[in-house]
């Protein structure tokens, strides 16, 4: 067991990798009531492609499958209801797709050592048969039917259809109807054996536990399974450019108040590894919180003139796969807010940012990060996707702190670059 400890942050991380390549990490915070558990696999809706390791051919899956797969996790051969299994012992149960992983959680306040071994053997122990998979069709198909009608899940994607030409990101997390009835059980058993072997995956325990003691359960509960070491997963990715698909896309809607999303692509960033990406990222993020955060000059600018609401905000994403930021919100006047963000944003990457500015958004983020602390939800979660990316969380906090105006000034010139912008806007639909 290896200690990985911030001092400044109070924090340990105890790491064990198990024989079969699993990555265990537990964070102890003594005191606390809660404990968080999250089993997650470098796996998500951008892996269409991939070569098998064994294999030399190249293997192309239905859009979609990712997330189908988590839905097929919970059914067990036994017909037991995984829910009602943590529920005995008083956890509550989850879990996620993203693009790029998928992620299987609990939350307790006892029994984590019995939830603990729920957790990994219902993920580590697939049920599926053509009947199961036939009937999940009609029920995730009704899932994507019913965000195909939501506006605010529409304008998001659009977004990153204006974004990316060639890149499965500009592709729903849940696929499509279409594309999700070409799934069988043979295509689940293969994204199963290959993305959720131990060695393409973590367990990230956070709460008021002994570290050798958890990490004991898990040694046991992974001696009673067959895994041997895999090789590393060949991902095949399409290159994209560093221009827009479309610099704008729009579509009309039932809506009362227009919905737009607007940002910048930034296929740059996404080439980056390790520290240099976390110090990349949080750049950013200040350049962005200074520039468009609700404390802003250019926000309350445009909150007064009714441009934009209180709901209005911005993120930015970036993983070793895509990389890009996202503002949105609702408008009265979507033309005109583009017009004035165009201009603003043209502005402030020729100029920057203010000393104060700076100052106000990077302590914000600092304040931010250090309150992310006192929850053992947001440590697990972040750690995890972190830990994923080839970056150490506990280094967010000096990170931050490290930064300076002309490191963050830089950024903002990189990112605002008009051929990386794209608008995506849905409008009221006309009588």
Not at 41 to 46: A, H
Request: charged fraction near 25%.
């Amino acid at each position: 067991m290896h200690e990985i400890r911030n001092e400044q942050l109070q924090l340990a991380a105890y790491h064990e990798q198990i024989e079969n390549g699993l990555d265990v990490y537990v964070i102890p915070k003594p005191g606390f009531a809660q404990t968080f558990a999250l089993f997650t696999t470098k796996y998500g809706s951008i892996d269409r492609e991939f070569v098998v390791p064994g294999e030399t051919e190249r293997t192309v899956v239905p859009d979609g499958i990712a997330h189908f797969l988590e839905h097929k996790m919970f059914e067990q051969e036994s017909g037991e209801d995984v829910f009602n299994l943590f529920a005995k012992y008083g956890a509550s149960p989850n879990a996620f797709t993203s693009f790029d992983m998928t992620a299987y959680l609990f939350s307790s306040t006892i029994a984590v050592k019995e939830n603990l071994d729920i957790l990994l053997n219902y993920v580590q122990d697939p049920y599926f048969t053509d009947e199961n998979v036939e009937k999940e069709k009609g029920i995730i198909g009704q899932e994507i039917r019913m965000y195909d009608d939501n506006p605010g899940w529409v304008v998001y994607f659009n977004l990153l259809r204006g974004f990316y030409k060639q890149h499965p990101i500009n592709i729903d997390i849940a696929g499509t109807v279409e594309s999700i009835s070409k799934i069988t059980k043979e295509t689940l058993y293969k994204c199963y054996n290959t993305f959720y072997h131990p060695s393409n995956m973590n367990l990230v325990i956070v709460g008021d536990v002994d570290p050798a003691a958890i990490h004991a359960a898990v040694r046991d509960n992974q001696a009673q399974k067959d895994f041997t070491r895999q090789p590393d997963i060949q991902r095949l990715l399409p290159e994209e450019g560093e221009e827009v698909a479309e610099p704008r896309v729009q579509v009309e809607m039932v809506v009362s108040i227009p919905k737009i999303n607007f940002g910048y692509k930034d296929i740059k960033s996404s080439k980056l590894k390790g520290n240099d990406l976390l110090v990349n990222e949080y750049a950013t993020a200040i350049g962005l919180e200074a520039l468009f955060g609700k404390s802003s000059t250019l926000f309350n600018r445009l909150y007064e003139s009714g441009l934009v609401d209180k709901q209005f905000g911005w993120s930015y994403d970036v993983t070793p796969f895509y990389a890009h930021s996202v503002f949105g919100g609702n408008s009265p006047e979507p033309e005109k807010l583009l017009e004035a963000i165009t201009a603003a944003f043209a502005e402030a990457a020729d100029t920057g940012i203010s000393a104060e500015d700076f100052e106000r958004a990077k302590r914000k983020l600092i304040g931010q990060s250090l309150s992310d602390l006192d929850s053992p939800r947001a440590i697990c979660r972040q750690f995890s996707a972190y830990n994923l990316r080839g970056i150490d969380y506990f280094e967010t906090v000096p990170v931050l702190e490290s930064l300076t105006l002309d490191q963050v000034n830089q950024r903002l010139r990189e990112h605002l670059r008009p051929e990386c912008f794209s608008a995506s806007l849905v409008l009221p639909k006309k009588h």
